[in-house]
């Protein structure tokens, strides 16, 4: 139960009347579109200061906050959104493909390895359409249903995977030659192996989702 402590068209109330409800309320002010700061506020005298604390509390960890500070509600059932650090490597993604396109074509190609302009060409082309897809995941993902919340970010972590330990160590062997990542060639296959895990992820969430619609 709320109650409306300020309201432009009838008036004010009193915090001491409005609290006069046997124990604490979450009292807001607002009016029409208007939207004015909300509190706890409540108790008769005779109540007992533990219970009311304790219900206070209940409130504050419903709404998600507490003293004005934001709280992470462990009983909310919306989902984590995807942390920036996935737009900002696909922007980062996005920019290097660019560059190395034009540096592959024209600065760099007389100094690759020996069929290093297919290794670049083949990091190009998985680089710029992994960031695209993984900038889309990122704003499509707070429009998407709940249940779809878990498969979408384990799709997201896929990709990015797949850029970071896929596409760099291919310009590497396209700069470098074959065989000179040495003791770290494990490296592309497990990127490659996050590729895999971001499509078939973003699979099972369309597989999941047309389910649930039928």
Known sequence: ?????????????????GSQSGRPRSMTRQSGQWRGKAFIQGGRKWMSSNAGLKH???LAIQRGTWQGSVMINPHSNEPRPLHTAHLILAGASGLMAVAMAALGSHVMADKLAPGG????EQALLFQLTHAICLTALFFTYSSAPIVLARTLRLSAAGFSMGLLLFCLPIYWLGLN??????????????????????????????????????
């Open 1 to 17: 139960m709320a109650i409306l402590v300020e309201c432009r068209e009838i008036g004010t109330l009193e915090r001491k009347k």
């Open 56 to 58: 206070t509390l209940e």
């Open 117 to 120: 302009q297919v290794l670049i």
């Open 177 to 214: 030659g074959p065989g000179s990542l040495g003791a770290l060639s494990w490296i592309t296959p497990v990127g490659g192996t996050g590729f895999l895990i971001g499509w078939a992820a973003l699979s099972y969430a369309g597989l999941r989702y047309a389910t649930a619609r039928s």
